[in-house]
């Protein structure tokens, strides 16, 4: 695995496997043939656009999960960052909110959640097979996630 392979002109793959907890805990996090593929399909169709019309950076928080990764900081089971078809983000000096609304607008995506609001991230999936243009969006009730429709209420 080649981590300064390009996945796109602004994303690498190794800001697409980074994490803290893997490091920090001596987890591999490396994908597979086809978990590259996909995140090479996300870059492009949905990280590479909101770079180009915001013009600055897209920081990547959450890229690819291995299972084991995903297990260790308590991720959902069928989480699409394990098949690299997710990434958690913010865009600096953008309001996540206005990031969402403007990515609804204007792009495919299967995922959309704009997760905890303006101090929060935004999660976007991409699935080649799976375009459901979903937009959601996660809040603490009770000291729980949960995830309701819309962006906003």
Known sequence: ???HERLSPHFTLAEMVRSQTAARRGIANSPGQLEVAALKLLCEKVLEPVRAHFGKPVVVSSGYRSPRL?????????????????????????SNLAV??????????????????????????FDKHRMRNMELRA???????????????
């Open 70 to 94: 995903n297990t260790a900081i308590g991720g959902s089971t069928s989480s699409q960052h394990c098949q690299g078809e997710a990434a958690d983000f913010t865009v600096p000096g953008e």
């Open 139 to 153: 809040v603490r009730v009770g000291g729980r996630v949960r995830y309701l429709p819309g962006l906003v209420a």
């Open 100 to 125: 969402c609304q403007w990515m609804e607008v204007n792009l495919n995506y299967d995922q959309l959640i704009y997760e905890f609001g303006e101090t929060g991230w935004i999660h976007a999936s």
């Open 1 to 3: 695995m080649d981590l």
